[in-house]
């Protein structure tokens, strides 16, 4: 017997399966293929089958289908749990870019007014080169240095509510990795259940998305990592085992996401025996 969505064909022909949109998505969930004895379909079948009069029932019917099935996948990804922390990442991450594409603008116009301005200043930390900037300028200068300021202090509270709300959601990943870390890590992916399906192959290079692509096409050196190189374990490694750290971590990390995707708890001893074996890997020579 072979099972359609519209229904059941045997050797004693086809029988209909009744139902909307809702009970045919169900259905969709319980059909078995088996690609070695799958006997491919089109809408005069489901003609024959009593499912539609004519083509344009059959289209109808499927649209209608389709689109549940696509509204009840964005339902169900906003419902999940890591649905927030992904936004919140994004707004962090497009924080940052407005506040620099501003901070760029401000640099431009402050040199204009301010020729001695030199290079050596360029190179200060905002928290210093914002407030000096602001003092001489026009009150319109003046409010986009306060935004600016504004946008920073925003950014320093969600990063702190980012790393909070990691703890809650990955609590093994963050435990690994740092929150701030982890949290970008599962935005990189796309979401936590794409991350618990990653090898740690994958997982450690995940982020190094123009270096891999300069690999693959220009023969230049492989990425050794990519996010994970934001971890005071990687980055702080000896450059001659900092390959060997990134790899041992992305392979924990591999664990770590199945375990909050489905148990959804922080493991202690996993996280122990995580730790010890990521800190050999940085002694050793």
């Known amino acids: 017997m072979q099972s359609y969505w519209f229904g059941d064909v045997d050797e004693n022909g086809c029988t209909p399966y ?33 499912f539609t009069p004519d083509r344009e029932e059959y289209i109808r019917k499927l649209r209608d289908l389709c689109f549940y099935l696509a509204e009840a996948g964005i339902t169900r990804q906003y419902e999940s749990r890591d649905a927030e922390l992904l936004q919140m990442v994004r707004t962090l991450d497009q924080l940052d870019e407005v506040s620099n594409v ?27 080169l914002l407030p000096m900037m602001k003092r001489g300028g026009s009150p319109a200068f003046r409010q986009i240095i306060n935004e600016i300021e504004n946008l920073a202090s925003a950014r320093t509270a ?27 890590l599962v935005s990189q992916a796309g979401s936590l259940q794409t991350l618990s399906r990653l090898p740690g192959s994958s997982i450690q290079v995940l982020g190094a998305r123009t270096a891999l692509f300069s690999h693959m096409r220009g023969g230049t050196p492989p990425p050794k990592h990519g996010i994970i ?52 890997a940085g002694c050793a020579t």
């Open 18 to 50: 009744r139902g909307g949109p809702a009970a045919l998505a169900k259905r969709l969930e319980t059909i078995r293929i088996f690609p070695g004895s799958f006997v491919p379909f089109d809408w005069n079948d489901s003609v024959k089958c009593s």
């Open 102 to 128: 501003l901070t760029e603008r401000a640099l431009e116009w402050h040199r204009i007014n301010n020729p001695g301005f030199s290079r050596k200043y360029m190179r200060l930390p905002k928290q210093k």
């Open 158 to 184: 969600l990063m702190k509510e980012v790393s909070w709300r990691a703890d809650e959601v990955v609590p093994n990943c963050s435990a690994l990795l740092g929150g701030l870390v982890a949290a970008r």
């Open 229 to 280: 190189f934001q971890h005071r374990r990687v980055h702080n490694a000896p450059k001659e085992v900092r390959g060997k750290v990134a790899r041992v971590l992305a392979a924990k990390l591999a664990i770590a996401a199945r375990l909050d995707q489905y148990r959804q708890e922080l493991a202690p001893e996993f996280i122990e025996t995580a730790q010890a074996m990521i800190d050999n």
